[in-house]
């Protein structure tokens, strides 16, 4: 068997403050941003949902697997089919290029670094060992 050592890593101090600072003003950014990259998002599936209905309708005579249910308590008709599609007929889903951080994770984050950072700041230490970095690099 063979023994893997340790890696023994050490950071200038003065990078790793950089680097939570700057992955800090990106976290309140983003969190910023959220409600509006949201917005916009649920924008374009809507657009893309109206997209599916055009095309579920204009092709629902090649439908096959047709399915119905007629709930009398309420007048609804629910009708489900399959419809046999080619990749490339089929309009792209949109997709999150954000990601959704919730007020408790968020405010649990910033803390976080602003406590490593502000603790670096008060080390004499000129380099950031292992393990101190690995209780870190999650946010870097």
């Known amino acids: 068997m063979s023994r893997q050592k340790?890696?023994?890593?050490?950071?200038?101090?003065?990078k790793v403050i950089k680097a939570l600072e700057t992955k800090l003003?990106?976290?309140?950014?983003?969190?910023?941003?959220?409600?509006?990259?949201?917005?916009?998002?649920?924008k374009e599936q809507e657009k893309?949902?109206?997209t599916i209905m055009k095309y579920a309708l204009d092709n629902v005579a090649k439908a096959n697997n047709v399915r119905t249910n007629f709930r009398h308590w309420n007048?609804?008709?629910n009708v489900d089919f399959d419809l046999d599609v080619k990749q490339?007929?089929?309009?792209?889903?949109?997709?999150r290029d954000f990601e959704v951080i919730g007020h408790h994770n968020y405010r649990e984050m910033v803390e976080e670094i602003e406590n490593a950072i502000r603790i670096l700041k008060m080390t004499d230490e000129e380099v950031?060992?292992?393990?101190?970095?690995?209780?870190?690099?999650?946010?870097?």
Do not use: M, W
């Not at 003003?25 to 649920?42: C, G, P, R, S, T």
């Not at 490339?88 to 949109?94: E, I």
């Open 6 to 14: 340790a890696i023994s890593v050490k950071i200038a101090t003065t």
């Open 25 to 42: 003003e990106q976290i309140k950014k983003e969190y910023a941003n959220q409600e509006a990259n949201e917005a916009k998002f649920q």
């Open 48 to 50: 893309y949902n109206k």
């Open 75 to 77: 007048g609804t008709l």
């Open 88 to 95: 490339s007929d089929f309009p792209k889903q949109p997709e």
């Open 128 to 140: 950031v060992s292992t393990s101190t970095y690995n209780a870190i690099a999650r946010y870097l």
